[in-house]
């Protein structure tokens, strides 16, 4: 390996690390938005102090999250033109417009309103902080828009034409609304929505079962519970379908991906779906495995016997790595049909009425946290190791997108100080996060109402 190849494999692991690192907040940002806004609304509506009580503990855990976020998600863009000159080059026509729209209409919308909301809770009228709320949760929403456009757009790009100049080949644009509805942005959109409320609700619903497990802040826990479980159960019926949606544009657009997916090596031919299994890329293969049989034709095209490309469709050199594709879609799909399971699971309960007393259910819930933040970090290394050995599908490869005047030992250098960055950045979330989680809300109107039921027990007052 070359030093040129051995500084593009390093780039690579630097971006995967920050990004994965960074990927954790955005979601339950997302998810937590939402949230906010129906606790904030109901309790505008029905005026009971703990539907506000929720709002102003959840609100500082989404300050907290966007601060971090924010913290690690400027790297990653100065990544681009530090190791990645070559692709920056190409791109940056077209990710200028989307990022730029990102910090317009997003990151200003979001950070100018956040401080209305964690600090205007006594200074502004009620529906003055709500609709301060609404826009903060806007913000979150359309950030990820123009996040996922403009890497939708290395998946199926579209609305531009390659230019020559120089010896230097740049990519563009020549209709901005063909760039933003590509043809994967819309379902990858949604994905991405219903897997953020998905890891906001499971967030809620984490804690809220660790208080109730505690005795602690139980009235304030179970109405957190209620709205976070309408919510999952919701965002994991979409997630489903989302999912399926954007499985059907990948068999049209990005078709080895799909056979990496799902480790079909056919030419053309139809196609089972893997439960589980292990691809062996010698034998061409899937050893120890379960498949139902045509299931991904029919998922594909409707049709249970219609053929499907398979690997043996391209040349092995523009295969991605089958068996972490594989194995990383396949963690996703199992995770995600989890979820969907617990998530109805506590919806059936609460409707017998014995929610609150399924100790063993609410044991789950607790752990069920990571459950979301896994499923969308397994997702993403999918669909961005699953359209591999091209940083843009069918124009630029990867291996020709590094920045050639890097040395492979400057960017061992700097990898692994953003890990040591990123160690005590983490380090730092977990307590500020923890310490609020273990003071629980503060809100004297709440402990009062809590008192008075007689919930709150000698030794653990909120």
């Known amino acids: 390996m070359t030093d040129g190849e051995l500084s593009v494999f390093l780039s690579r692991m630097q971006f995967g690390f920050t990004i994965a690192f960074h990927y954790i907040f955005p979601p339950l940002n997302i998810g937590l938005g939402l949230l906010l806004v129906a606790m904030e609304g109901f309790w505008i509506k029905t005026g009971k102090p703990v539907y506000k009580e929720l709002a102003r503990f959840w609100a500082l855990a989404f300050g907290l999250m966007f ?53 205007g809770w006594d200074r502004v009228r009620p529906k003055v902080h709500f609709a301060a709320t609404v826009l903060v949760a806007l913000g979150a929403h359309f950030s990820a828009i123009w996040i996922v456009v403009a890497n939708s757009w290395q998946q199926t790009p579209s609305g531009f034409h390659l230019v020559e100049k120089d010896h230097i080949t740049r990519a563009e644009v020549t209709n901005f609304w063909e760039v933003v509805f590509n043809p994967s942005s819309l379902d990858r959109i949604s994905h991405v929505y219903s897997a953020a409320w998905l890891a906001g609700a499971f967030f809620v619903l984490s804690v809220s079962a660790y208080y109730l497990l505690r005795n602690r802040h139980v009235e304030f826990a179970k109405a957190g519970m209620k709205i976070a479980l309408i919510v999952a159960a919701g965002g994991a019926l979409l997630q489903l379908a989302t999912g399926h949606k954007s499985g059907v544009t990948v068999s049209r657009y990005q078709p080895i991906k799909l056979a990496a997916y799902e480790a079909h ?198």
């Open 67 to 119: 601060a971090i976020g924010v913290a690690s998600g400027l790297v990653m863009e100065f990544q681009f033109g530090t190791n990645w000159s070559n692709y920056s080059r190409f791109v940056g026509d077209v990710f200028g417009s989307a990022l730029a729209a990102e910090g317009i209409f997003a990151f200003f919308l979001e950070s100018g309103f956040l401080g209305v909301v964690l600090f």
């Open 265 to 462: 090596f056919e030419k053309e031919a139809p196609a089972g779906m893997w439960l589980f299994g292990f691809p062996d890329m010698e034998k061409q293969e899937v050893k120890y495995g379960i498949q139902i049989p045509g299931m991904l034709s029919f998922l594909a095209y409707n049709d249970r016997s219609a053929p499907v490309k398979g690997l043996l469709s391209a040349p092995k050199e523009d295969w991605p790595a089958v068996p972490v594709v594989f194995q990383t879609y396949h963690a996703m799909v199992g995770i995600g049909m989890a979820l969907i399971a617990l998530s109805w699971l506590g919806v059936f309960f609460w409707w017998r009425g014995t929610l609150f007393e399924k100790r063993w259910l609410l044991w789950i819930f607790v752990f069920a946290v990571l459950g979301p933040e896994l499923a969308n970090q397994l997702g993403w290394f999918s669909a961005e190791m699953g359209r591999q050995p091209w940083v843009v599908q069918g124009l630029l490869r990867t291996a020709a997108a590094g920045s050639p005047s890097v040395p492979a030992r400057d960017v061992i250098i700097s990898l692994i100080g953003f890990g040591l960055v990123y160690a005590l950045l983490f380090a730092l979330f977990v307590y500020l996060l923890n310490e609020k989680i273990q003071h629980g809300p503060g809100e004297p109107a709440v402990r009062e109402q809590e008192h008075k039921a007689g919930i709150i027990k000698e030794g653990h007052r909120a």
